[in-house]
């Protein structure tokens, strides 16, 4: 047992437990969709520096159609119609 090697073990739970084996197909769907989403904000945000030389200030490169997370005129942001941020639910203490 000391020497048996890692995949050798893991083969050998799933053999004894074959349920587990969508819990591991779930947790590495989430790890896989966590990796690929934390590629995509650094590659495609603007708020990312790569190349800091050559691009010291990625910002001023958006067009004026790009959609910002802060409005810059100084408007308020519309809040979501689902959300209201006036209610407070009422804790049973």
């Not at 989403?37 to 790569?50: G, I, T």
């Amino acid at each position: 047992m000391a020497g048996a090697s890692l995949g050798a073990r893991f083969y050998r739970q799933i053999k004894r437990h074959p349920g587990i084996i969508p819990m591991i197909g779930l947790i590495c769907l989430g790890m896989g969709s966590a990796a690929l989403y934390l590629l995509r904000l650094a590659l495609r945000s603007p708020d990312v520096c790569w190349d800091r030389k050559n691009n010291p200030e990625p910002w001023n490169r958006l067009s004026p159609n790009d959609q910002y997370k802060v409005p810059l005129d100084g408007s308020r942001v519309a809040p979501h119609p689902l959300i209201s941020w006036s209610w407070h639910p009422q804790l049973p203490y």
